[in-house]
């Protein structure tokens, strides 16, 4: 493996991020015709919605990786490596087989003189690295949207919409049944639909474009329910019922009231590709659940003082993880490091955390997306809370350790971008809190 040949290949695949996004299909179906169009060879499971994507990917990928079914998860954006977004039984791409295939899609795309960007590359090069490496399923995340993201060129026999609120609006409007469309335009002619969307308006909308499709549609707390029998900071133990099927005491490593509703989409979808002839028992659905990891998801990575990482950066996600944290935590203070973009509802997000945080550390992420930290100070000034501004993530997490105290909450949250940058910290000084839980692996 020559790593200056994948870093350059790397480095031609992050220039393509200057071409912005572009919502359509025609590029992408065009390259992937080209290479005799992989993404529709393969049985697929295809996951939209607003929050709980990649959580319900993860969910889905364990159970069928336990059942014993060679599994292509594709999921982004990623934390430390690009190479996290698209995987097999959780064995992320290698460096050498990525660099090869984007050397074969870039020729193809040079040839074909047609402009492609980031998301849409790196869509080709997972639907053709999966079909290369013959897996017997994937599981596919929408990049945003639906109707025109990459990832709907894919043949989904099973389509998930996890949720349905504000997000992304300069692409996809302020309108929710607006948005609640453009996520139903995932589903499939003839289909299998699953759906956790408890705003009966924005339901129909789904429920409309299901019949236009004659696809199946199951809802979540209708027509199979999930139903909590405990929930602490380590785990979620459940119940789940769908028709005369019950599976009691089900365990899930993952913490929030959220992750039970995905893990309900992720099991309901395992029992129907059941049904159709995989073989997935009990005993797979229990080990999948139970050994399910997705990180930057109110993971807990340090105690004393307890260090909660979480990817939240909408209005609903950071609603429900200010919930969690109450619910789930006991702490004296919270500190919060934060980093937002700017095309996120920054002054609803600066409203909920400044009723959980007693003082603010500041960073810029992702520049020049990211939101100056100065004008997120100015806007902690209006709920009259206390905020630094600091020149980099290090630094920030380097002022929130002088003062947390062990009985303290440090919530680092806002952007997966921040959250990467804090896990490549604490990778780096593995001792820079009281250690807790291993960070990261490259497996």
């Known amino acids: 493996m020559n790593e200056s040949n994948y870093q350059e290949a790397l480095n031609y695949l992050y220039s393509l991020t200057q071409s912005g996004i572009k919502l359509g299909l025609k590029n992408t179906a065009r390259i992937l015709q080209h290479f005799g169009d ?5 049985t697929t499971i ?3 919605g607003t929050n709980g994507k990649g959580s319900t990917a993860a969910i889905t990928e364990s159970i069928l990786k336990a059942s014993g079914y060679k599994v292509g998860l594709y999921t982004s954006p990623h934390l430390l490596d690009f190479r996290e977004r698209i995987q097999i039984n959780r064995r992320m791409i290698e460096k050498q087989q990525t660099t090869d295939l984007i050397l074969r899609i870039k020729l193809a795309v040079e040839s074909l003189k047609i402009p492609i960007t980031f998301f ?3 869509t080709v090069l997972a639907f053709l690295y999966f079909r290369e490496q013959n897996t017997d399923i994937n599981i596919i995340e929408v990049g945003l949207g639906g109707r025109l993201d990459a990832t709907n060129l894919c043949k989904a026999q099973i389509s998930i919409i996890t949720s349905i609120s504000l997000d992304h609006t300069q692409y996809l409007g302020e309108d ?3 948005i609640a469309f453009e996520k139903a335009s995932i589903i499939k002619e003839s289909g299998i639909v699953f759906a956790h969307i408890p705003e009966e308006e924005l339901f129909q909308v789904v429920k409309n474009s299901a019949r236009k ?8 707390g209708v027509d ?4 909590p029998e405990a929930e602490n900071e380590e785990k979620n133990i459940f119940s789940y019922k769908w028709g005369s099927r019950v599976l009691n005491n089900l365990i899930l490593p993952l913490t929030g009231h959220f992750q039970r509703s995905n893990a309900g989409l992720a099991l309901s979808a395992c029992l129907k590709l059941n049904e159709r002839g995989l073989n997935i028992e009990e005993k797979h659905i ?3 659940l139970e050994t399910v990891s997705w990180e930057g998801r109110l993971e807990t990575v340090f105690s004393h003082p307890t260090v909660v990482l979480d990817c939240a950066h909408n209005e609903a996600s950071v609603r429900n993880m200010t919930l969690e944290l109450r619910k789930n935590f006991k702490f004296s203070r919270c500190f919060i490091v934060l980093g937002l973009m700017q095309d996120k509802k920054i002054d609803e997000v600066i409203k909920i955390l400044s009723q959980l945080g007693d003082q603010f550390f500041l960073v810029s992420v992702n520049p020049p997306r990211g939101e100056a930290p100065e004008k997120l100070a100015e806007k902690l000034k209006v709920h009259n ?9 290090f630094d920030a997490l380097q002022a929130v350790k002088q003062i947390a105290n062990q009985d303290d909450l440090v919530c680092i949250t806002g952007s997966i971008f921040l959250v990467g940058a804090a896990k490549k910290c604490f990778n780096d000084e593995n001792t820079f809190f009281s250690s807790r839980n291993t960070l990261h692996s490259d497996e």
């Open 120 to 122: 849409e590359f790196g």
């Open 213 to 220: 499709c004659s696809a199946d549609l199951y809802r979540s």
């Open 286 to 288: 229990r080990q999948g």
């Open 46 to 48: 295809h996951i939209g």
């Open 224 to 227: 199979f329910q999930v139903t």
């Open 176 to 178: 929710l049944k607006q």
């Open 38 to 42: 992989p993404q529709l060879k393969t």
């Open 385 to 393: 809370k206390p905020s630094q501004v600091f020149g980099t993530v």
